[in-house]
C-alpha cells in the first residue's frame, strides 16, 4: 500500500511526542496501563489539563506551560 499523507503526519507527531516526553511510543513496563500507549496517554493529559506530568522530567519546559499546551 502506498504511503499517503495522513500517515506521514501522525508519523511525524508521534516522533515529536517521543521527543517531548522522552519515551518510546510504547512502554511495556509503564507504570499504569494508561500509559502504555504514548498517543494515548498524551491525549488524555491534555485533556484533563495535566500536561505538566508529561514534562516531569523537562524543567525548561515545566517552566513554561503555555507554550507546551500550544
Known amino acids: 500500500m502506498a504511503v499517503t499523507v495522513r ?3 501522525y508519523s511525524f507527531g508521534i516522533f515529536l511526542l517521543e521527543l517531548i516526553c522522552c519515551r518510546k511510543r510504547f512502554e511495556a ?3 499504569d496501563d494508561t500509559q502504555m500507549i504514548l498517543a494515548d496517554w498524551a ?3 491534555y485533556e484533563d489539563r495535566k500536561l505538566y506530568v508529561l514534562m516531569e522530567n523537562d524543567v525548561e519546559a515545566m517552566s513554561d506551560m503555555k507554550r ?3
Open 29 to 31: 513496563e509503564a507504570e
Open 68 to 70: 507546551v499546551e500550544k
Open 7 to 9: 500517515v506521514d503526519v
Open 43 to 45: 491525549y488524555d493529559c
